[in-house]
């Protein structure tokens, strides 16, 4: 896998990384092709870590097309946004889209009803399937309240973070939501990402699981991206080794990269 099209740089409050170091991680690791997708979380609630998930738009693109022109001759680097989707944003996230001259968009959910599962306060006294549950409610219901991004980022997010060790996840419990969530993301044209994070919190698969992959191309899917949500130069290209067995065993045969909003379609070694 040469593309790495999910990555967080020091624009993004929950990464220290500088976007140089993080190019040149990729360079190193003998990519050809990134995208960096800084955070933009409209009314992401307040930290004590201070977290605000905001891109500063015009530092960021006075930086990054700059970095792009200067390692031209290496890598092609795309610059991107991941967009936080919350159901009452589609306007708002509307004008962000319409208004940067994005290569790539995500749209991805962090947040449940407001808040983020990430915190372990979140589950305070939360049944975990109902939890879920909510979790692709709200992403259903923010896919038709906006749509101009290109694919949905992490779908299972939320499954990162359950604080209960017992726990089983299994997507077939869920079923209804993920075949609709899947089912309006290829009937609007959109995709959906294999992002290997999933194995770094040690769940030993991507997000969204091996069989929401399945169930994507099954239901008609094509566009598929790959990412390593990576915040430091050390997690570029993150386990990617995995992922070319796990899209072929999908019925995959091409991975998808986007440039000006246009996907190109890469074959499959």
Sequence with gaps: MLSDYHIHTNF?????????????????KGLSDICITDHHDLYYPATEEGVDFLTDFTSYFDLMPQLRDFYKDKI???IGIELG???HLGKENALIANE???DFIIGSSHLVSGMDPYYKDYWNDRDINASICQYFEEIIQSINAFDNFDVYGHIDYIIRYVPDNSFVYNPTDYYDYIHTVLKLLIEKGKGIEINTAGFKYGLNH????ESIINLYNEL???IITVGSDAHKPEHIAYDFYKVPEI???AGFRYYTIFSERKPT?????
């Design 206 to 209: 991507p997000n969204p699981t």
């Design 12 to 28: 993004s409050s929950d990464s220290k990384a500088d976007p140089k170091d993080m190019i040149e991680a990729a360079i190193k």
């Design 220 to 222: 008609g899917g094509e």
């Design 76 to 78: 092609n680097v795309n």
């Design 85 to 87: 989707m919350q159901p």
């Design 100 to 102: 940067h001259p994005f």
């Design 247 to 249: 899209l072929k065993n």
């Design 265 to 269: 379609f890469v074959k499959l070694d």
